[in-house]
């Protein structure tokens, strides 16, 4: 209670530990125990307004810290406050000041219209009337939920679900935003749809927004600072170009030439397979790839092209490899 | 005062919610009045027979034990006697692990299931309840009560029973934390409601220690106690002895509720990622 996490930092994480006890059967009657450490000693700070990334493969342990910081699961060890509240003591008190998203769960009430959900919000946060009136229409504007609010929420797709929560956890001005992998399954609008509003929600209203998700695409979008975690530790905390350069990850480049070709000769890039006209080419990601997709396109004949993003696990990989050799 | 107000009309919403989540299956329900009318039917044509080899059974006459029947139709979705209430789907959320969604929510997770099948109770009352009733009540000659004062009473005693028959259904759900198939429990806890509520025979009619037992259980508040209201066969000082014994009850398992709720919340893990 009389812990503050003063004003700069909304989220404080110190050498935050989550253990479970696992117990295996290894034979008749015969049961082995053991531990498994699935968050292990993090520690971090997050600041009032800022967006960050919170990423890993699966198994990290992101979704542990998150039902940490939501106060759904205790910590085994270290000290954790979000808004000066150690949520697992005071998990009610905390539930008012922070909204929660996760991709692969819904808030809303299956069977009932959207609406109904929101009505139900309204009286669970005590949201005063005027105040959940005009929340409620700022979100139903800049989600397009207008035509949907009538609706039961088992017919919505998923975009259209997806929005609903976020609506949802909006309601009662929080000041903490944990979104786990809201844009998980989505289509490409629906994804830029969600990223807009999240944007427009960070610098207006100075939303604190913790974001785990597995498209780097969100991160670059929306977030300037990105932590790493995998198994349980922390492995890299900072801007997201200078992930890919620890991680030295390459984007690659796929051109489709008007015919078949000898490997392209272009720079920096490499070519790392070559199929009929079509041909891959890696170059580092924290390059940019016009200068690259000039040349090439003076140069051959260029029939069509696209640049794939590094995969998120691919990174991490090549990061963790690095760390344990040296 | 404001914060339990504030509380009130939360619950209140939940329990409307319910209400009109049930009220949207308008075909489910008409099939189940339907069901509920062919079984009364049977069971009454089978208590009539049961009551003419032995007139005075467990005290009643061929009247009241054919009404016996049909309040048991009329009660058994409301009290989930066979299931069908709540405890199926929080099962299932604690198996999928959503249950992380409710526990991240500023309310009492017992409090606002029991507004949740507070809701679906009432509308299963008025839906699936009275129109059994008064089928009942056109082809046989039923014993209802005349004063306004006993319908009163019988309403509290339903109400006090609906509170028990959440507690126990509560208790099974939360064992889905252990367990995480609530199947078997859900089977077992059926068979005691459906035996040990007075469903399939009045608990009047069993002799000795069986039926001492049966009596004292709180499954006895659910359906047995509430008929014996109706039918006037407790009143004066002995309905006061019904109420506390079904408070009792509800008090106890409702602590029971809360103390595995602390320890499931606290040690056992959500599932899933």
Not at chain 1, 179 to 199: H, N, Q, Y
Not at chain 1, 244 to 256: A, C, I, P
Not at chain 2, 114 to 126: I, K, P, S, Y
Request: aromatic share 8%; with cysteine; hydrophobic share 50%.
């Amino acid at each position: 209670m009389a812990e503050t996490a003063g004003p700069e930092n909304l989220i404080v994480l110190d050498g935050v530990e989550k253990v479970f006890d696992v117990r295996k059967k290894t034979g008749f009657l015969r049961r082995e125990r053991r531990q498994v450490r699935a968050v292990d000693g993090i520690s971090f700070t997050v600041p009032r307004g800022e967006m960050v990334g919170y990423i890993g493969p699966n198994g990290a342990g992101k979704s542990t810290t998150i039902k940490m910081l939501t106060g759904i699961l205790t910590p085994s060890g270290g000290r954790l406050r979000v808004a000066g509240i150690d949520p697992s003591r005071e998990r009610t008190r905390l539930a008012r000041r922070i909204g929660v998203v996760f991709g692969q769960r819904t808030t809303l009430w299956w069977d009932l219209p959207l609406i109904d959900s929101y009505r139900l919000m309204h009286r669970m946060y005590r949201i005063p009337d005027a105040r959940f009136r005009e929340n409620l229409d700022r979100c139903v504007e800049l989600l397009e939920l207008g035509a949907l609010l009538d609706v039961p929420v088992r017919q919505l797709s998923l975009g259209q679900r997806m929005r609903g929560d976020i609506a949802a956890a909006l309601l009662h001005d929080p000041e903490v935003l944990y979104l786990d992998e809201p844009t998980i399954g989505l289509d490409v609008v629906s994804k830029a749809k969600v990223r807009g509003f999240l944007r427009d929600l960070n610098a207006e209203s100075g939303t604190t927004v913790l974001l785990t998700t597995h498209d780097l695409t969100d991160i670059e979008q929306l977030c300037r600072r990105v932590m790493v975690i995998d198994h349980g530790r922390l492995m890299y905390d900072g801007a997201l170009a200078g992930l890919h350069e620890v991680g030295e990850s390459e984007r690659t480049l796929v051109v489709d030439l008007e015919r078949e070709l000898p490997p392209i000769d272009a720079g920096s890039a490499r070519v790392v397979r070559v199929e009929g006209p079509r041909q891959w080419l890696a170059f580092p990601a924290a390059e940019s790839a016009a200068p690259l997709v000039a040349r090439i396109a003076a140069e051959y004949p260029l029939a069509d092209l696209s640049v794939r993003e590094p995969d998120i696990e691919a990174v991490i990989a090549k990061m963790y490899a690095e760390k344990t050799n040296s | 005062m404001h914060v339990r107000t504030g509380r009130f009309r939360l619950y209140a919403a939940v329990a409307q919610s319910a209400f009109r989540r049930y009220a949207t299956y308008r075909i489910a329900t008409a099939a189940g009045v339907f069901t509920n009318t062919v079984f009364g039917l049977i069971l009454a044509y089978t208590y009539i027979a049961l009551w003419d080899e032995r007139p005075g059974l467990g005290g009643y006459d061929q009247a009241q034990a054919v009404t016996y029947v049909w309040l048991g139709q009329a009660l058994l979705t409301v009290m989930a006697l066979m299931g069908g209430g709540f405890e199926a789907e929080l099962i299932e959320r604690i198996r999928t692990g959503d249950i992380a969604v409710d526990l991240y929510r500023p309310a009492d997770l017992q409090a606002w299931w029991l507004a949740t099948d507070a809701g679906r109770g009432l509308f299963q009352l008025l839906g699936r309840g009275v129109a059994p009733m008064a089928v009942g009540a056109l082809v046989f000659d039923l014993a209802l009560p005349t004063e306004p004062l006993r319908w009163l009473a019988f309403a509290v005693a339903v109400a006090l029973g609906v509170l028990v028959s959440f507690a126990i259904r509560f208790l099974v759900a939360l064992s889905a934390f252990w367990l995480m198939d609530g199947a078997g429990v859900t089977q077992v806890a059926m068979l005691a409601g459906t035996f040990f509520s007075g469903m399939l025979l009045p608990l009047n009619v069993f002799p000795g220690v069986l039926g001492e037992i049966a009596r004292a259980l709180p499954w006895s508040a659910l359906l047995q106690l509430p008929a014996d209201v109706f039918l006037g066969t407790v009143g004066g000082a002995d309905l006061l002895g019904t109420y506390a014994f079904q408070l009792g009850w509800a008090v106890a398992l409702f602590a029971a509720g809360r103390l595995l709720q602390a320890v499931a919340t606290r040690r056992v893990v959500v599932q899933g990622g």
